[in-house]
């Protein structure tokens, strides 16, 4: 059922990342024990923290590149050392509902439910519910302006 695990509880860093993005592995921080995958559902390289929560994924769902579903937090009133090791375990779960799609460079923080074949769109930050049959997108703008030089051209 979760095959293609690469749970590293204690090892943080650049090389594991960069390990599992080319290997296209999932990264687990936190017990595999609040981890439901269906077996139809698909998370590439997804890195899944477990520390504050259940994460549940289900039938058919699927995950592009590089997507966050991220249950645990800091204590962000502490200061220092302790603000590290000072985690909120409190319930954070995260469903994802069957047939859900979450683009690339989506970021899931629970505590959340994305509904049945909701979309998430690309680079969003999901911290709410999503609806079933609903989709999420950011919708950037941009303007052009002309660059002003210090010293005349």
Known sequence: MLRGFLPVPKLHGFDHRLRARLTGHTILYGPLS???????????NAVINTNGGFV???????LGHDVLLLT??????????????ALDTAD???VIEPGAWIASGAIIIGPCRIGTNAVVGSGC?????????????????????????????
């Open 92 to 94: 954070r779960n995260i």
């Open 72 to 85: 645990g937090t800091h204590d962000f009133r502490r200061t220092g050392p302790i603000r590290q090791l």
């Open 34 to 44: 609040r981890v439901r995958v269906s077996d139809t559902a698909c998370l590439s």
């Open 56 to 62: 549940d994924i289900g039938d058919y769902a699927f």
């Open 125 to 153: 930050i999901i911290d709410f519910d999503v609806p079933a049959d609903t989709v999420v997108r950011v919708r950037q703008e941009y303007t052009m302006d002309p660059i002003r030089y210090a010293e005349p051209r």
